[in-house]
Structures are given as C-alpha cells and as structure tokens.
C-alpha cells in the first residue's frame, strides 16, 4: 500500500525538509532535491511506520475487545429477581 500525502502536506514536508537542512546541517537543499528525498523516505520508511501504526492499534482494539464483555454485560435470568425484590420493597 503506497503512502499517499495530500498536496498540502507534501508542500508542507518539503519545507520541513529544506528547513532541516538548512538549520541542522548548515546546508542548502533545493525543492526538488527536497522532494526526492520525501518520496525516498515514504517509499523505504513509510511502510515500517505505517505496519507499526497498525500493530499498535490492533493491540489496542485487542484489549478493548477483551474487555467488551465487562462494559456491556447483562446478568441473565432476572426477571423473577426483580419481581422478588420489587415484592419485599412493597
């Protein structure tokens, strides 16, 4: 599945990138050189984030499943205990 970013947030990366550059490593790199390197890191990184993103929110989903059974239960067979208690409170 290919990382796909908006046209803004493209625009937005490569400043990010040109800005990093130019602050940390006291260099000068162009836009598309900027861009290239964009398109490098989501086709080589994206996925390892992207595959780490869904692990941790099947993990998630996961336990909130496990505990699904205590946020919806409903105790069975209680007609007659309510009838039993709505008797004694009369």
Known sequence: MAIELSKQARADAI???ERWFREERDEK???IAAGALLG???EELGPVVFNQ????VQ???QMRIM????EVHEDEFQYWRR???AARGR
């Open 15 to 17: 400043v990010s990138i």
């Open 83 to 85: 009838r039993e208690r």
């Open 59 to 61: 993990e998630r989903l």
């Open 29 to 31: 790199i162009g836009n």
């Open 53 to 56: 993103a869904v692990a941790q």
């Open 67 to 70: 505990e699904l059974d205590i």
């Open 40 to 42: 490098f890191f989501l």
